[in-house]
């Protein structure tokens, strides 16, 4: 749609691979499941959501279908327009429609009455680690994220992400826009309580007619805009706020290929309520965590020598998080042994050839995020509001 917008093709900018299978889902101690693909394929996956519940093929086909219409009316009705007062709520549209969406219903309770099995119920939840919040916490207008998933497929940028942003730069230098890099802005600049520009920690000013800022929210509030009264929030809203998760970031480059492992996967806890209370709840590094692999080597020789493997383990964590480097070291440890078992890799610990971790302290520093949040504001029902 973006690319529809500026009269571009994005097949011009963007080689996109659809992945199969879309990701693998491991289940530790489960005998019966201990790993099943997802293919974004209703013919297969239909099949597996059988194998976990008997019945739950059916049941699928119809959530589905309504998530798929709750998909096209959020983008037709409410994802492209503004909400700048609680009037914009009370239009005879938005409120006749968005009962639809079952705003007020949670994704853990809406789920509950359609599957019975906490396996096939955990791969339609996942997602919601990724929008910040839990299943008892977030609307379940969000089961939209289920029709992308298993509708539309996941895809890779060949090259890796890092090719939209190269391309998002041509498309702007291509209509007259002027980029400055390594440019740190210290002031959003206002006259007449009108934004007038943004000033450099140089010293250098910029005028404009508009400044849209894409820091972190709390950082451009509190930071950027000097004047307290021009704030939309001030410091007790940010003291209440309920920030979606950090991420404990490990990035490892192995000296072999891993068989056990596809493009994206999945290991998902045991304990799964649990492990969401010590990322929004009970804030600590989770005994039993669920984490993430992405190995973009399965589908991109150019990202890993030839025969080696590149991976990125993220682990959701709680933001406000505080810990020393010893305790970061037991982290890595903790993750490094889990990965042995879970995904199957023995010897990982010796097929390490390159090591970083990127946690909240580096969250902070390099994008100024409150908390260390990697994902800002949860979606919570108020928050969403």
């Not at 940028?157 to 390594?182: C, R, S, V, W």
């Not at 799964?272 to 020789?301: L, R």
């Not at 480097?325 to 078992?341: A, V």
Request: hydrophobic share 35%.
């Amino acid at each position: 749609d973006f690319f529809n917008l500026l009269g571009e093709d994005i097949k011009s900018h963007l080689k996109l691979t659809k992945l199969s299978p879309s990701y693998r889902v491991f289940f530790p101690g489960d005998e019966k499941f201990p790993v099943l693909d997802m293919y974004s394929d209703l013919s297969k996956d239909l099949e597996t959501f059988e194998k976990l519940e008997a019945g739950s093929g059916e049941k699928i086909k119809k959530y589905l279908k309504i998530s798929g219409e709750q998909y096209e009316l959020a983008k037709d009705k409410f994802m492209y327009r503004n909400y700048n007062s609680i009037f914009d709520f009370l239009q005879k549209d938005f409120l006749k429609e968005g009962f639809r969406m079952n705003p007020f219903q949670t994704m853990e309770s809406y789920l509950d009455k359609w599957f019975k099995d906490d396996r096939l119920k955990k791969i339609l939840e996942y997602t919601l680690v990724f929008l910040g919040s839990a299943p008892d916490k977030t609307p379940a207008l969000y089961n939209m994220m289920n029709f992308i998933d298993f509708d539309m497929g996941v895809y890779y940028p060949d090259g890796g992400i890092y090719k939209l942003m190269e391309a998002l730069e041509n498309i702007a230098k291509k209509h007259g826009a002027k980029i400055y890099t390594n440019s740190p802005v210290s002031e959003i600049l206002v006259e007449d309580k009108k934004v007038a520009g943004v000033q450099f920690s140089s010293g250098e000013k910029v005028l404009a007619d508009f400044v849209v800022s894409n820091a972190d929210m709390n950082f451009t509030e509190m930071n950027l805009i000097k004047e307290d009264s021009l704030r939309t929030y001030k410091k007790k809203y940010w003291d209440k706020a309920v920030m979606g998760p950090s991420a404990f970031i490990l990035f490892l480059g192995l000296s072999r290929k891993v068989d056990s492992l596809t493009h994206h996967n999945l290991r998902f806890s045991k304990d799964w309520k649990k492990n969401f209370q010590e990322v929004f709840d009970n804030p600590k590094f989770p005994d039993d965590p669920s984490y993430y692999v992405s190995c973009p080597s399965k589908t991109d020789a150019t990202v890993a020598p030839a025969g080696k493997e590149t991976l990125f383990v993220l682990v959701p964590v709680a933001a406000h998080l505080s810990f020393t480097d010893e305790q970061k070291k037991e982290y890595r440890d903790k993750i490094i042994n889990m990965m042995k078992k879970d995904l199957d890799i023995p010897d990982l610990e010796g097929m390490i050839e390159y090591e970083s971790m990127y946690t909240h302290e580096e969250f902070k520093a390099d994008y100024n995020a409150f908390g260390g949040t990697a994902l800002g504001l949860a979606h919570t029902l108020k928050q969403t509001l």
